[in-house]
């Protein structure tokens, strides 16, 4: 019986784990959400993935307030979850007219390299739109 309640244990361990925050459309919106993710994550993920989470969360919601439009109310939606095996990260915002690219630039060139860090940092990124706008996602492993 004892073998039986520690496998449930284990199993609660390892499920699934969903965080979300809403923050303004503007930078300080960014502060608010990396300072949200690193409070949750901290103890569960080793300190260079989190370091990492929390760069990847700045980058994109820096590039929903720089480029997109805001949801309804002004604001941009953030979650995250711990799954099996990795870490994903979402951004939601109003959309913008152009789809989210990696941009190639100069070294010179005093922005422009969102994407490319997020690119670097991860398994896979992408992104999906519905019917409120448009959410870019991150994957990273745990």
Same mark, same amino acid.
Request: glycine letters at 14%; hydrophobic letters at 40%.
């Given at each position: 019986?004892?073998?039986?309640? =520690? $496998?449930?244990?284990?199993?609660?361990a390892t499920a699934?784990?969903?965080?979300?925050v809403v923050v303004p459309h503007h930078p300080e919106g960014a502060r608010?959400?990396? %300072?949200?993710? =690193? =409070? !949750?994550?901290? $103890?569960?993920? +080793?300190?260079?993935?989190? =370091?990492?989470a929390v760069t990847i969360t700045a980058e994109l919601v820096g590039n929903s307030v720089? %480029?997109? !439009? +805001?949801?309804p109310g002004g604001v941009v939606r953030v979650a995250w979850r711990l799954v099996?095996? $990795?870490?994903?990260?979402r951004v939601t915002d109003g959309g913008a007219a152009t789809? +989210?690219? #990696?941009?190639? #630039? $100069?070294?010179e060139s005093p922005d422009g390299r969102g994407l490319a860090i997020v690119a670097a940092l991860t398994q896979a990124w992408? #992104?999906?739109?519905?019917?409120?706008?448009q959410c870019v996602w991150a994957r990273m492993p745990a």
């Open positions: 019986m004892a073998k039986r309640g =520690a $496998g449930m244990n284990t199993q609660a699934e784990r969903i965080w979300c608010r959400a990396r %300072h949200r993710l =690193a =409070a !949750s994550l901290t $103890g569960l993920i +080793p300190a260079m993935t989190l =370091a990492d720089r %480029h997109a !439009s +805001p949801l099996a095996g $990795g870490i994903e990260i789809s +989210p690219t #990696v941009r190639q #630039v $100069g070294s992408g #992104v999906d739109r519905d019917g409120l706008g």
